[in-house]
């Protein structure tokens, strides 16, 4: 019954930024730990970043470390992903995923619901 949404996403120049967001319904979002994945054709699903069921507490793949925020709004029942200074190489479908365990977890295999995700692609 839980459902993810993902929108937000587009093509982009290398150097811009873009703001995804992810819609939940069925479920109570507050009790979810999120995160987002990102899945390039031929490559493994990839951890890009995760957040706790507060909002307080964040955790970013290397890669993406200062570059990218994850933030949460419970009350609109949506988590976002701030991607700024993009890079050819953050080209992906990036899917966001919730948790119903406590703590945050980088691996997929440890997520429980996943939205179908929407295409990003940034142009060098």
């Known amino acids: 019954q839980v459902q993810l949404v993902e929108s937000g996403g587009g093509l982009v120049q290398a150097g811009g930024s873009l703001r995804l967001s992810c819609a939940a319904s069925?479920?109570?979002?507050?009790?979810?730990?999120m995160g987002w994945f990102r899945q390039a054709p031929g490559k493994e699903r990839e951890f890009v970043a995760a957040?706790?069921?507060?909002?307080?507490?964040?955790y970013y793949a290397d890669t993406v470390k200062g570059r990218f925020t994850i933030s949460r709004d419970n009350a609109k029942n949506t988590v976002y992903l701030q991607m700024n200074s993009l890079k050819p190489e953050d080209t992906a479908v990036y899917a966001c995923?919730?948790?119903?365990?406590?703590?945050?977890?980088?691996?997929?295999?440890?997520?429980?619901?996943w939205g179908q995700g929407t295409q990003v692609t940034v142009s060098s």
């Open positions: 069925g479920g109570t979002f507050s009790s979810y730990v």
């Open positions: 995923a919730g948790r119903q365990r406590n703590f945050v977890n980088i691996a997929n295999t440890e997520y429980d619901y």
């Open positions: 957040i706790n069921r507060s909002g307080i507490n964040t």
